[in-house]
């Protein structure tokens, strides 16, 4: 096996799923890399698809009804849809964990949280019951649970706490890679910061790589190394943090940042993006954005786009990108 | 004579009894509101913020009698109309309408976008004739932005933005001068909820509207109100201009909700330290267990409003 560069290597991904309307591509192909210990940021906004890359990746996409249609996930090398049920056990829960938006449902409500904890260390690392529970108690303290929480059952637990077990159970097996699905957007702010703070300490301390899959620039700016946009199941920029928010190229990214109302200065007016993102089952036969965009023009209506990669670590697929000068 | 102003809303409160823990031990009150005061003038926009579970959503509903308030008064052109009997109530119920979080929830599936803001008007405008009705309802559909062929569809057929768009205008319908509301962009996608922040500003302008504008996103009640209330476990801890709270926050909490917001710009963040765990003291400060800067005495006495400059209100020992 060649050492693989990018832990996580996801190529050209096509994903589909069967609708009562008809077959929808609700990804059309993304690519993105992440290296070790890097956070890299999906941003989008609602349907555009982040969520379901991130449950191909972990291959939990309901095969009844969606599947990847083309391109092809390598996790360490291994390309994940070719890999063996015994294979697959052995990366999934083990070097690549997930944690999702609303904990209260990711979590067994009829058994502790303790057990829930226990039962996991026992199956993957195969340890005894004296062990996994020493293991399972020094892993709630790493969240910020305290011991006699053990026994305790979700729905006696706070969305915050729930989150934070979830966080517990991801990092047991030292996964080398969490992708975290929208993690904080069900909580409280000063209880989301909490959390954030939580993960970025837990990912330094261990090496560990993160899929931040959020739809709050806040987030990204503040715990993301490197960040892709997406929109309509496309990724229409990929850029370092702060590039991206200091001169985004793609004009989606930069209405985007300009709609969202500062906490800390007072705008008369904000600008805003004309109508909404169209429904997968009219996606735009240009670039999927020109409907919407202020630059869009006959070539953009007409043609779409394909990835460019304008510095080193930054591509955009737009056929006007702006300069800095504009942005 | 001074004209009242619009709103004026005294010790509002909202108590629910407690599931007893056992029959041999006495039933607890919980205190979801808890003497809420607050005054709002014509054209203005008080923002509430507050975490899930401060009990702003249960004000809102108050106001326009939703939900029975435990006591206090919610007085409008000085009049109380908790006082009131239903039939007497109507007149100023027609003058304050509520914006819902989920649009899609609010209007009934199997109406047309027309049948549900012509009811209102059947209710509350039963002079109207139909010939009216429909001519009102083609008028409030293009003043959110939509066109009067819309009213002819049914909910299911608008996206989130265009359904709030609709939830707008049934509120509009009776020519409200006050509007209550409830979290009205929290389930919109960014780019969606600028057109609509943008939209109620601009029905603000045109009609001399007020709005309570209950949010729990900080930056979005910034950019839509003049005063804000910050509300904690049921109480107001702190109010005061846009002004006043955002760039010179008094009360911990304010303080706290504040420094958490995740910023797009970096900015300086002094770090704050973790606070130890205390004992909830019953009798003090509700936010004594997650305060940096507590003292004996804030477990002792709950801390009453002052005003620590002009309009500037907080309930804190030490702001």
Redesign the interface.
């Known amino acids: 096996m060649t050492l693989a560069a990018h832990l996580l290597d996801v190529q050209d991904l096509h994903v589909s799923f069967n609708t009562r309307r008809g077959p929808v591509v609700a990804v059309a192909g993304i690519s993105l890399q992440v290296a070790p210990a890097e956070v890299l940021a999906v941003v989008g906004?609602?349907g555009c698809g982040k969520s379901v890359t991130a449950m191909s990746i972990m291959g939990l996409l309901d095969p009844r009804k969606g599947r990847i249609s083309q391109g092809q996930v390598l996790f360490d090398g291994h390309d994940l849809d070719k890999a063996s049920r015994r294979q697959l056990d052995q990366i999934r829960g083990h070097q690549l964990a997930m944690i999702f938006q609303d904990p209260m449902t990711s979590l067994n409500p009829v058994l502790s949280i303790g057990r829930q904890l226990i039962e996991t260390l026992r199956r993957h690392l195969k340890l005894d019951a004296e062990q996994a529970r020493t293991q399972a108690l020094s892993l709630l303290e790493e969240v910020g649970i305290p011991a006699q929480r053990l026994d305790a059952y979700p729905h006696e637990l706070s969305g915050g706490m729930c989150q934070r077990v979830m966080i517990a159970l991801a990092i047991s097996c030292n996964p080398r890679l969490l992708i975290a699905d929208e993690p904080t957007t069900a909580l409280?702010?000063?209880?989301?910061?909490q959390v954030?703070d939580l993960l970025d300490r837990l990912r330094r301390q261990r090496d560990m790589a993160m899929l931040l899959i959020t739809?709050?620039?806040?987030?990204v700016?503040?715990?993301a190394d490197r960040a892709v946009v997406m929109y309509l199941g496309q990724l229409v920029e990929q850029a370092p943090v702060n590039e991206l928010?200091a001169a985004p190229a793609h004009p989606y990214t930069r209405?985007?940042?300009n709609?969202?109302?500062?906490?800390?200065q007072?705008?008369a007016?904000?600008?805003?993006?004309?109508g909404?993102?169209p429904d997968l089952h009219e996606r735009p036969v240009g670039c999927a954005f020109a409907p919407?965009c202020e630059y869009a023009d006959a070539r953009c209506r007409e043609q779409p786009p394909q990835a460019v990669e304008i510095t080193p670590g930054r591509a955009v697929r737009c056929w006007k990108p702006l300069n800095e000068t504009q942005a | 004579m001074t004209t009242p102003p619009l709103l004026q809303v005294r010790e509002l409160s909202k108590h629910y009894a407690a599931p007893r823990s056992s029959w041999l031990k006495p039933r607890t009150v919980v205190k979801v509101v808890d003497g809420v005061s607050f005054d709002l003038a014509q054209g203005q926009t008080l923002g509430l913020v507050g975490e899930s579970g401060s009990g702003k959503s249960t004000t809102g509903r108050m106001l326009l009698r939703l939900l029975p308030a435990s006591s206090g008064q919610v007085r409008v052109d000085g009049q109380d109309v908790l006082a009131l009997p239903m039939g007497e109530f109507k007149p100023y119920r027609q003058q304050m309408q509520m914006i819902f979080q989920d649009p899609g929830a609010s209007l009934n599936p199997a109406y047309t976008i027309a049948q549900s803001l012509e009811e209102p008007l059947q209710v509350h405008a039963s002079e109207l004739g139909k010939a009216e009705r429909a001519e009102r309802v083609a008028q409030l559909l293009e003043q959110v932005g939509l066109k009067a062929a819309h009213g002819q569809r049914l909910p299911h057929e608008f996206s989130g933005g265009q359904r709030q768009r609709i939830g707008i205008a049934r509120a509009l319908a009776l020519n409200p001068r006050l509007i209550v509301a409830d979290e009205p962009v929290s389930a919109l996608d960014v780019s969606v909820q600028s057109q609509i922040l943008n939209l109620m500003q601009d029905l603000k302008e045109r009609h001399g509207l007020s709005y309570i504008f209950i949010a729990h996103d900080l930056a979005v009640v910034r950019h839509m109100s003049d005063r804000i209330a910050v509300m904690y476990r049921g109480r107001i801890v702190e109010s005061g201009s846009r002004d006043q709270l955002y760039g010179s926050p008094a009360h911990p909490y304010t303080q706290l909700l504040l420094a958490s917001v995740p910023r797009m710009r970096a900015t300086v963040q002094t770090p704050q330290a973790p606070v130890a765990p205390i004992a909830a003291a019953s009798g003090g400060c509700a936010f004594i267990q997650r305060c940096p800067r507590r003292s004996p005495l804030c477990a002792e006495a709950a801390p009453l409003q002052r005003e620590i400059s002009p309009q500037h209100w907080a309930a804190c020992h030490h702001a």
């Open positions: 906004e609602s409280d702010v000063t209880v989301q910061k954030l739809h709050d620039l806040g987030v700016a503040g715990y928010f209405a985007l940042l709609a969202m109302p500062d906490i800390d007072q705008n007016r904000l600008p805003s993006i004309a909404s993102v919407r």
